[in-house]
C-alpha cells in the first residue's frame, strides 16, 4: 500500500460510508499549512480504506502499513471548535 493523499482518502471514506452522511461533514483542507480532515462525524465509528486507522494521537494514517515506511497521517479537527 502506499499514500494516495488528503482529498482521495477523503473520497474514499465517503464511498465506503454512503448514506452515513445526512446532516455531518467530511472535508478535507487545510488550517494553515497543516492538511487537516474537518468533520463533525465520530471517526471512530467511520469505515477507512484499507490500511488506514483512526486514533486520536495521529488521526487517520496509514503508520506501519506501507510498504516503503513512508506513511501519511492526517489530523481531524471537529467542525463544531471551529466558529
Not at 495521529?58 to 513512508?70: D, E, F, I
Not at 506513511?71 to 481531524?76: H, I, L, M, P
Amino acid at each position: 500500500m502506499e499514500n494516495i493523499g488528503i482529498f482521495e482518502l477523503v473520497k474514499k471514506i465517503r464511498r465506503l460510508n454512503v448514506g452515513n452522511f445526512c446532516m455531518n461533514y467530511l472535508f478535507a483542507g487545510y488550517i494553515g499549512s497543516q492538511e487537516v480532515i474537518l468533520t463533525n462525524l465520530d471517526m471512530s465509528k467511520v469505515k477507512l480504506p484499507d490500511g488506514y486507522y483512526y486514533n486520536e494521537k495521529n488521526g487517520v494514517t496509514n503508520k506501519h502499513h506501507t510498504a516503503s515506511g513512508m506513511y501519511e497521517a492526517f489530523q481531524v479537527v471537529d467542525a463544531s471548535r471551529l466558529k
